[in-house]
C-alpha cells in the first residue's frame, strides 16, 4: 500500500465537495473508489495491486484491487427506515481523529478478484477470524494468519501508511478491540 493511494483519496476529496469516493456498497462499479481515483494517481495499475499479492494478476485483469476500504467510514449503517446511524464518516474533515483512524487495509487472499470487492466488513470483526477473512494481516514475512505472524501494511486517514505486526493486530482483537473502529464512536 502506499502512501499516493492516501494523498489520492484525499485529492479526490478536495475537487468533490470535500468527501472520500465511495465503494461499491453505495454506488455503481464504475463510480466506485477503484475506477474513481484512477483520475488521480499517477500509474494507477502500479497502485491499486499489492506486488506482494499472490492474486495480484488475477485482481489486475478483473477490475480489482489488493486494498479494502474502512466499512465504518465508507458502508453508512443505517436503521430500519434507511436512516443514517451515527454521523458520517466519509469527509476527511469530518474523521475526529485521522492520524489513529485505519482508511485501508490489505485484502485477504479469499476475497474476490472483482471491483466489488472493495471494501471490509469492519462491523463483523469481533474475533480473530473476521478479520483474517477480510484482511491479508500476515502478507509480509507471516505464514499462516492464525498464528499471528509477519505484518501488513495499513493506510490511516491521515494518509500515512504503517506496517503493523500481526501478532499486534490479533492481541487487540483478543482483548476486543476492534482495530477499524475509528476513535471516539462507540
Known amino acids: 500500500?502506499?502512501?499516493?493511494?492516501?494523498?489520492?483519496?484525499?485529492?479526490?476529496?478536495?475537487?468533490?465537495?470535500?468527501?472520500?469516493?465511495?465503494?461499491?456498497?453505495s454506488t455503481t462499479l464504475d463510480h466506485a473508489w477503484i475506477a474513481a481515483l484512477e483520475g488521480y494517481l499517477g500509474k494507477y495499475d502500479d497502485m491499486r495491486i499489492c506486488p506482494a499479492d499472490p492474486r495480484g494478476k488475477e485482481r489486475l485483469a478483473a477490475g480489482g484491487t489488493s486494498y479494502i476500504l474502512n466499512s465504518f467510514l465508507?458502508?453508512?449503517?443505517?436503521?430500519?427506515?434507511?436512516?443514517?446511524?451515527?454521523?458520517?464518516l466519509n469527509r476527511p474533515s469530518?474523521?475526529?481523529?485521522?492520524?489513529?483512524?485505519?482508511?485501508?487495509?490489505?485484502?485477504?487472499?479469499s476475497?474476490?478478484?472483482g471491483p466489488g470487492?472493495?471494501?471490509?466488513?469492519?462491523?463483523?470483526?469481533?474475533?480473530?477470524?473476521?478479520?483474517?477473512?477480510?484482511?491479508a494481516v500476515s502478507r509480509f514475512g507471516g505464514g499462516d494468519p492464525?498464528?499471528?505472524?509477519?505484518?501488513?501494511?495499513?493506510?490511516?486517514a491521515d494518509g500515512r501508511v504503517a506496517s503493523i505486526n500481526a501478532a499486534e493486530v490479533?492481541?487487540?482483537?483478543?482483548?476486543?478491540?476492534?482495530?477499524?473502529?475509528?476513535?471516539?464512536?462507540?
Do not use: Q
Open 1 to 25: 500500500m502506499h502512501h499516493v493511494d492516501g494523498l489520492g483519496g484525499l485529492v479526490f476529496a478536495a475537487l468533490n465537495g470535500g468527501k472520500y469516493p465511495e465503494t461499491s456498497h
Open 74 to 88: 465508507f458502508v453508512p449503517e443505517t436503521d430500519a427506515f434507511g436512516e443514517p446511524i451515527g454521523p458520517p
Open 94 to 109: 469530518l474523521i475526529p481523529d485521522p492520524a489513529n483512524t485505519l482508511l485501508a487495509f490489505v485484502c485477504a487472499d
Open 111 to 113: 476475497i474476490g478478484p
Open 117 to 135: 470487492n472493495d471494501h471490509t466488513h469492519s462491523n463483523l470483526w469481533s474475533s480473530w477470524a473476521g478479520v483474517t477473512a477480510d484482511v
Open 146 to 156: 492464525a498464528e499471528g505472524k509477519g505484518r501488513s501494511n495499513y493506510l490511516y
Open 170 to 186: 490479533k492481541r487487540k482483537t483478543n482483548s476486543g478491540t476492534n482495530i477499524a473502529l475509528p476513535p471516539g464512536l462507540p
